[in-house]
Structures are given as C-alpha cells and as structure tokens.
C-alpha cells in the first residue's frame, strides 16, 4: 500500500487526528484538500491543510493529481 487517501470534515481537528493516527501506525496519508472542509473558524479548511503538509508532507490540491486515468463516456 503506497499511501491512504484522507478527507473530511474540520480539516484542521478531526481530520488531522486521523491524520497523525496512519502516520503512527506507518502508513502514509495524503490529504484531498478538494474534498476537505474546515471548521467555524476556518472554513476553506486551509489551516488544516497547512497542517498537514507540514506534519505529513502530502496535500493533492484538486482531483487530477491523482493520476487516474480518464475514462471516455
């Protein structure tokens, strides 16, 4: 397993909990920011993720830095 994909809400408490719970058990979280809300007082959740890049290193911004491939419809 390469790395966890992590989202949710209150990006700058819960979710950086869950964050630092996967880094101790030696997996490596990736935050999707575009899926991340913050809370009260931060709702763009950019605290949280300002956070988390300096804790885990590993903030993907928008969707297409996945690296899925696309798929015709």
Known sequence: MDRI???GVQADTCVLAAGFALFDAGLHPT???WLTV???L???GNLG???WEHHF???LEYSDQLG???FAM
């Open 38 to 40: 913050g809370s009260s």
């Open 31 to 33: 935050l999707l920011k």
């Open 57 to 59: 290193g590993s903030v």
């Open 42 to 44: 931060d709702r763009s």
């Open 49 to 51: 993720a300002r956070l």
């Open 5 to 7: 994909l992590v989202c």
């Open 68 to 70: 899925l491939p696309e």
